[in-house]
């Protein structure tokens, strides 16, 4: 049956904020179903709450609603939209859950609305880890032992019979939140405890342990006539136990014959049969044992999930784009593959190359945060790479992970480890550990020992085991010849690591000059989904070092347009997200336009950007100086290189820029010697000097003395980083010497190449996000953002509001002029982001970015500007003047002269911190800080700010409580400022908690409130367990007896043990906690608007149109 | 463990002599000798299947062919005793571009270059698999050459050499693979049905298959007769897979066509489909390069369902797909082909009993979607009664 004309308006459901376990793959995934959807004539209605992505541009949809993804708002998008069908399985789990809930509300019923792409019984049956391996066994397959508990009695009764350890897994959770491993009756206890709640059925299965089995994943598709096909088999290098998402994988599988590989097919089959996936993609896990090849089914997703995107970045087969026109009534031999242009998508894609993905860590953001990996996803992105051989492939993703090893070797072994230590270290699955497996080796362990200790496969030891005997080589070798340096690149290992083993040749450039006069350089091979058995008609490549003389490039020539190369932002991580991701693909967009030919170079498999048709060649590489110089050099060898793009993929190409200017490579947009100037505190320290603009005081210095020296100068407290980071790494506010001697010890750490900044620190200071445009002579406002919380919170983490709610038009035209001082001085062309504290009246630069910015998206949304489309065309030559004429931008005035009548946008950030625990089992504090810890962000919209930032809240953390129990407890110097906030509250009808001092002033103030007791006033208690006499405030959140919680840190020196212990209770409770007067005093503006019940939904086509015409007034 | 990958990689490392892999077109690859070292000629070809190498080097089809896998790793689960497809590895010279240097199965028994070494099969590593494999593309399959040791010469010698070799269009190869004794595989559990398999090459789990569907196979020499058949007395004939030109198997076509006279169920599979294909009156025809992988879609026409099928056949028989044609036989239909380029991958008759596919139920190595041909073949014979 062809397309479906029954169904004419269709209803797509995100996933949401960036969280981890669930990130940009479902913008990807989403992205490409709206894209699909509209092809094919369908009306599409989209609901998704992050503004970061792709999919929410106004061109993606016909009505786009930057609203929750709650089955709340999506009923009233519903009700005003009225579609004909719902697909839901593009989104995730949260879309997945949502619809669920939209049909068990019977909202959908109530509105006629199909659900496509799934099937309510078949998600349950598929999501019900019960009911799921029932199936598993009605068709044959095996699967652990295990029971579904809903009491804590249920769960000891089970493991009586099991026997620990067991794996405890919360139901209808994402990315294993909630689940862990359970090795000891204590953690039995707590563990089953918080899976219980945090599945939202209240609900765990408590499973047999298959620790150290091999594990795998197959991604399959089936259309409605019940055709079937495996796209991709992946095989994790690390053993069960390690959550797939933070496993280095390997696709396609390494160590499976052909009888083991087609049970593991069958029995997937079967599986996606019986539980009744109609249409779609969706993902099983395996496990094997390695002695004696007992496979066992792990789970099922009945959705295009994570590991969907990596498979099709992997395979070239789209499987979001297939998943979606089999929602449409076609089945797969009716869709061409793309790639070949003439064969059906009812075929099984082979690789001739293997692709290895590994996961990104956030770690250091989290201090006391248990970097073992368990069976709960930690990540917070990822890389992929692909080669012609296993080691070649690790090599280059090692490579694309951008942590301070870059690869083997290129950093000095740790002091005094033994062969013991190594493989003891190896027992504890952690980030990058496959280091230790090098290092153990080459300390003399046996593939055996490493083995048994890592629980690795011993054919992937192996493999690194050969690195070790490369390594050998190359330091052995009187002379570089050409054969040597041809096997260690085709072993993908990188200049800089053979740079690292024989210093006598000057680093990587002298290298890379050997290695070209040798004629050691890549082959680029294409991904075509059938190992080149068709001609494959998309650009899609990949870099290779090939021995046989007869290795062609498969780099077409293109001489007739100018080529355009963005180089894109690397894996996802806290501080440099999927934000990039959005200004690279506006560029291509813009620039295809413009009439160039669109090269992206980007290694993240999660992405937009990394779709082979997004931009009009792709080549999924490293965005390390070599491999993008081999890129550029094949592109110039092809055609001409008219523009490389490093201002929209964040810090990362942004930090290549002057080394590929200096090998001539063609950078367009500001100069790197502008972003030099932008970057390097004491040369932007003489641009505002030159301007005339304040900046805190602040000097840099390489020791603690000097650095001691420099504070007691400004005086305290001082704000001190190391130079030249993103996301606020390292940064900390210090309030004293003995801290400050702490902080440098441990920040030294972070980046010993750069000095250490102090700054003063402001306190109580507004601080202002500003994005604009500037192209030489004139300023364009993107927007004005004025933070929630004061200055002292990154920008990142910081909830702010668009157009500003507090400052005036005088602010205003402040931020204007210093804004376009800067851009003078730096001499930007492009885009400029710079961040102000108004402190007392004074204006404060504190940093600026001659670069997209975290915030563009927002911006562009919430004005209805695309800045990222603009910036490029800048870049490349255009004025703004032309821009405004050609309706790129307002024609008159910009984001800094909004009508008054303009909707507010909240952005509201999204945090982790629910996902980390101590090693002991207990919360990492929630308190923020200049460092950056969000993973994601949310925007909410409306025509009033309490409106706005009501709907911020519920996307982010669901909805703020209109009724119940405050507890308020905060530091003297907030006592004032929120005694008007908890009124307002008391008046609306909340019951107040209050600690003994906050209440004492509360009371004064004629605020009705309870006393409680302290944390710590609490003798010989632990958090959490019933104490003797009177419970404290922590018990009482722990059961629940609080909805929200206003708690500002008390002084500042690192969180005191009350908030601590308060914030993680309302982590781990899930109850709103806000730690800012100004936090508290825009939700109490929430919560009104909420008891109103005023809230409605608006889409930004609509919003956009209101705001167009009086932008030009 | 160690010691053992440290040799071999000594081995891989470079240390191991250059070998050359050499096309009748004067295209020449270069990487080093794998397994045997020595000679070898033969039909060069590529397979994309992913997993199965140890099937495939066995598989009695590739007899007479230098087999290219575009797998990029090859031989990392070792070699097994269980997974041979015959007696030997038929293949004429192996090329891969990346051996696994220690294997890594709970089923291995010993590496994969080890038994190319002891069966003296001359193969060759480290080329680059991908370029070559665009050039059959382009420019079909072909005679060549793997030379390494003393067998490495000048480009032109080899060449030369190369040019010297026999071709495989009109090679009748199916006698030198076939077995030389009629022999019989028992049933599983209660023999419900007797079949006479001729063995034009065929793979092990065929009969496999077979028995494990109550038939008791008697497996027949290339050259067995109507009257070896009717010896036997069998439910249904079966012919296998093979190797070589069909065009060259008269004494095959003959026998199906006597099998077709008598109306016995008739169920053929691969070189067995072209038979049945030739003795209906069409022609054959060699392909380009081929079919050869596991993830070859086939659609049947009658039920519009896609299987994903193992493959390995270089020619194929004439025909629209679904087209209906009249043979001597009565009426029949072209009944499954491959979407991605139209080849005929099944003839039905309706008049007569008979079926057969282009593609391999039994699979070893690939997927397993077609196995219910076997069941169709039960029922044919089932009908006949
Ligand atoms: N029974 C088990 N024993 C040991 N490890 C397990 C078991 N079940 C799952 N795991 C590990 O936990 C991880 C997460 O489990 P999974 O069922 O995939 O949940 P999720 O929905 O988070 O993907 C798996 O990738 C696997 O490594
Ligand atoms: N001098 C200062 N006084 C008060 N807060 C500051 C000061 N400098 C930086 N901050 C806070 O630290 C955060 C991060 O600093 P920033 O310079 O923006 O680093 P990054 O490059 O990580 O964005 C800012 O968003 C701001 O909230
Ligand atoms: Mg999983
Ligand atoms: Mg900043």
Redesign the pocket.
Known sequence: MPKRTDLSHILVIGSGPIVI?QAAEFDYSGTQACRVLREEGFRVSLVNSNPATIMTDPEFADSTYLEPVTPEFLEQVIATERPDALLATLGGQTALNAAVELDRRGVLERYGVELIGADIEAIQRGEDRQKFKDIVRAVGGDV?RSAVCQTMDEVRECVAEIGLPV?I?PAYT???RG?G?AHTPEDLERMAAYGLSESPVCEVLV?????GWK?YELELMRDYRDNVVVVCSIENVDA?????GD?VTVAPSMTLTDREYQQMRDVGIDVLREVGVDTGGCNI?FAFHPDTGRMVV??M?PRVSRSSALASKATGFPIAKIAAKLAIGYSLDEITNDITGETPASFEPTLDYVVVKTPRFAFEKFPGADPELT?T?KSVGEAMAVGRSFVEALGKALRSMETRSLGFWTQPDPEGETVESALDALRTPHDGRLYTVERALRLGATVEQVCEASWIDPWFVDQILSLVELRAEITEAAVLDEALLRRAKRFGVSDRQIAALRPELAGEDGVRTLRHRLGVRPVFKTVDTCAAEFAARTPYHYSAYESDPAAETEVVAQRDRPKAIILGSGPNRIGQGIEFDYSCVHATLALREAGYETVMVNCNPETVSTDYDTSDRLYFEPLTFEDVLEVVHAEQESGTVGAVIVQLGGQTPLSLSRRLAAAGVPIVGTSPEAIHLAEDRGAFGDVLGAAGLPAPRYGTATSFEGAKLVAEEIGYPVLVRPSYVLGGRGMEIVYDTEHLASYITRATEVSPEHPVLVDRFLDDAIEIDVDALFDGEELYLGGVMEHIEEAGIHSGDSSCALPPITLGKADIERVRASTEAIARGVGVRGLLNVQYALAGDVLYVLEANPRASRTAPFVSKATGIPLAKAAALIMTGASIKELRARGVLRATGDGGTLPPDAPVAVKEAVLPFHRFRTPEGHGVDSLLSPEMKSTGEVMGVDAAFGMAFAKSQVAAYGPLPTSGTVFVSVANRDKRALIFPVKRLADLGFEILATSGTAEVLRRNGVPCAEVRKYSDDTGTTSGARGPGEPTIVDIILDGGVDMIINTPYGNSGPRIDGYEIRTAAVARNVPCITTVQGAAAAVHGIEASIRGDIGVRSLQQLHAAMAPAGDS | MTRQATDTYRVNAGDRAPAALVLEDGAVYRGLSYGAQGTAFGEVVFCTGMTGYQETLTDPSYHKQIVVQTAPQIGNTGWNDEDDESSRIWVAGYVVREPARIPSNWRSRRPLQEELARQGVVGIAQVDTRTLTRHIREHGAMRAGVFSGDGLATTDEMVARVADSPSMAGADLAGEVTTSAPYVVPAEGEARFRVAAIDLGIKSNTPRMMSARGMEVHVLPATATMADVRAIEPDGVFLSNGPGDPATTAHATALTREVLDRKLPLFGICFGNQILGRALGLDTYKMRYGHRGMNIPVMDTATRRIAITAQNHGFALEGEPGARFTSPYGAATISHYCPNDDTVEGVRCHDVPAFAVQYHPEAAAGPHDAAILFDEFVALMEDAR
């Open positions: 376990g652990p794996v897994r994402m990315g294993g689940s491993m499973e047999e342990s298959v620790l594990e069960m136990g390690v959550h797939t496993s896990q792990i789970e997703n069976t996803m």
